[in-house]
């Protein structure tokens, strides 16, 4: 098993244990583990932590992100410089947002299913000025209608146009 899919596959388990066993995160989210915040951020910081440093070399932040010349960014990003990067001018963006992604990673039940997720995640920095693009497509939080596990995960971005080279 590739090394990802095992990393996610254990995350996973990791994360069903937890919320098995503890009756009150299970009563933060009404017993839906897709709508609870805690285990979204456990998932969020395990994920970009095991996937995303294996795919991109780490997507923590930031300042992280523009010392690190393997983590993907949009061409405006590009254009401001990554010497200049700040929380003013961009920020770090999930092509599949984390709401969807984290629904998709838990209800995986096959390894097919959960090395779809690993496939559909990629990150980038984008321009603080590309942000409003999604908002007027609404698509902040959501992919495109009739988006599905498998399709092209930048589709939002493609929508919206933004450019990432290297992923797009």
């Given at each position: ?38 285990l979204k951020k456990a998932f969020r910081d395990n994920w970009d932590d095991r996937v995303g440093n294996e795919k991109f070399g780490g997507v923590w932040s930031i ?106």
């Amino acid at each position: 098993m590739p090394d990802m899919l095992e990393k996610a596959l254990q995350l996973r388990s990791g994360l069903r244990a937890w919320f098995n066993s503890d009756r009150h995160l299970r009563s933060l989210g009404d017993g839906d583990a897709t709508r609870n915040s805690r285990l979204k951020k456990a998932f969020r910081d395990n994920w970009d932590d095991r996937v995303g440093n294996e795919k991109f070399g780490g997507v923590w932040s930031i300042d992280k992100a523009k010392k690190n010349d393997r983590h993907p960014a949009s061409k405006k990003a590009l254009l401001i410089g990554r010497e200049n990067w700040t929380g003013e001018v961009a920020k770090v963006e999930h092509a599949v947002p984390v709401n969807v992604l984290f629904g998709l990673f838990w209800n995986a039940e096959t390894p097919d299913a959960m090395q779809a997720v690993v496939d559909a995640y990629a990150v980038a920095v984008v321009a603080k000025e590309e942000d409003p693009l999604l908002n007027s497509h609404r698509l902040r939080s959501e992919m495109p209608i009739g988006w599905k596990p498998g399709d092209d995960p930048l589709a939002r971005w493609k929508t919206v146009g933004i450019e990432v080279p290297g992923l797009c």
